[in-house]
């Protein structure tokens, strides 16, 4: 368990953010529409991820600035950084506020399942009181920002994710030829593509890299190693690998026919393997919905604060943003809304995001990074991935 420890490094934040109900959702959807034939997806999605994160934790660790902070403090035309910095703030805001209604009633939904399950009895009476427990410890979390306590427990979180949906996935018994062929080869047909956009969306969060090149940065100060980043960032991505895969192994194995939640996941596994299933894929459900939904507004909160450090109620504006996004989330699950439906999409309208922001990671390698050969490989890299999103977004959009 040491890479969650303070030295290990901050991916195990990255990995919490990513696995949301969102990304339980779409996995699951991949399960049952298509069986093992999306698991290629999740395995390069986490490639991508690993490649995306630990290109700008080596931007953030070796000029000790934000993204926006190298963009405002680098980019020379003042129209071009006044355009970046406010399309930044207004997707990750709006973004992530949509993202936080699903996140929060995530976590409200496990934690009522797993209610029901031992109690034997339902929880609506409590529900009310437990959203507002919820509400309140995520305020705290931001208030907080203690990022070493934040690492621990979303380390936990994460741990019990893949162990939740691993043995999930494991009581289905699945064929292993079956997993290792969907895992290395991968199969393209007009109905996968934007179920492999909604994978690759999901997993290859945007604002994910302005948090970890944040986190770098605060935490270059206590002599962590590059190295030990990289290593950190492969680890725990490969942990959310294996919970996204796992969500596919157990959903294909579930015999559901419509999936229109993470909760009828849980209740097929139930109707075939018993109590202990259901109550495995709530536990996964709780930790996700929670983990994201501290992720999210920690997130905007950071974005702001790079963006607006030139203003004397900065603090106020910084707090301000993330605990409206928490109450936003909060409304729209108080007044019973289906979030799963709004980020499906949501999953979706991020993967056909993934263009602009390679070429924005494009942009800033070409300004900040030395003339290397490993500079050459990101470059041609990134030039690689543009040209395979766009042909992506390209199919979701006009064919």
Not at 158 to 172: D, G, K, P, R
Not at 287 to 298: I, K, R
């Amino acid at each position: 368990m040491n890479w969650i420890n303070l030295k290990a490094g901050p991916a195990v934040i990255i990995t919490s953010a990513f696995i949301g109900p969102g990304s339980l959702t779409v996995c699951a959807l991949a399960g049952v529409d298509f069986g093992f034939e999306l698991l290629w997806a999740v395995l390069l999605s986490c490639l991508i991820t690993i490649f995306f994160q630990n290109i700008v934790a080596n931007l953030s660790y070796h000029h000790n600035l934000g993204l926006i902070e190298l963009l405002k403090n680098k980019l020379n035309n003042k129209s071009l950084k006044v355009f970046f910095k406010y399309y930044i703030l207004i997707t990750i805001f709006f973004g992530n506020a949509a993202y936080e209604a699903g996140n929060i009633s995530g976590a409200l939904l496990g934690l009522n399942n797993i209610s029901e399950i031992i109690l034997f009895e339902t929880s609506e009476l409590f529900e009310p009181y437990l959203l507002l427990i919820i509400t309140i410890f995520l305020i705290l979390v931001v208030l907080k920002d203690n990022i070493r306590l934040l690492k621990n427990v979303l380390g936990i979180a994460v741990m019990l994710m893949s162990f939740s949906f691993l043995v999930a996935a494991i009581i289905t018994k699945p064929n292993l030829i079956d997993i290792l062929a969907g895992f290395f080869i991968p199969r393209w047909r007009p109905e996968t593509w934007s179920t492999i956009v909604a994978v690759l969306g999901t997993t290859i969060v945007p604002y994910n890299l302005f948090l970890h090149a944040w986190l770098v940065k605060k935490e270059k100060s206590n002599n962590i190693s590059f190295k030990l980043l990289k290593r950190d960032t492969i680890i725990a991505v490969s942990f959310g690998g294996v919970i996204s895969a796992s969500i596919i192994i157990a959903a294909s194995g579930a015999n559901i026919y419509e999936l229109v939640s993470v909760e009828d996941l849980g209740t097929s596994l139930n109707n075939l393997y018993g109590n202990k299933s259901q109550l495995l894929i709530s536990f996964g459900l709780f930790a996700a919905g929670l983990s994201s939904a501290m992720t999210a507004p920690l997130a905007a909160r950071y974005v702001f604060k790079e963006s607006i450090n030139n203003y004397s109620n900065k603090f106020k504006l910084e707090i301000v943003a993330p605990i409206l996004i928490i109450f936003i989330g909060l409304i729209f699950t108080h007044f019973d809304t289906n979030p799963f439906n709004l980020i499906k999409v949501a999953q979706i309208a991020n993967g056909l995001m993934l263009p602009g922001i390679t070429l924005f990671i494009l942009y800033l390698c070409l300004s900040f990074q030395p003339k290397t050969l490993n500079y050459k490989i990101r470059i041609l890299g990134l030039i690689i991935l543009f040209l395979f999103f766009a042909f992506l977004a390209f199919k979701i959009l006009f064919l």
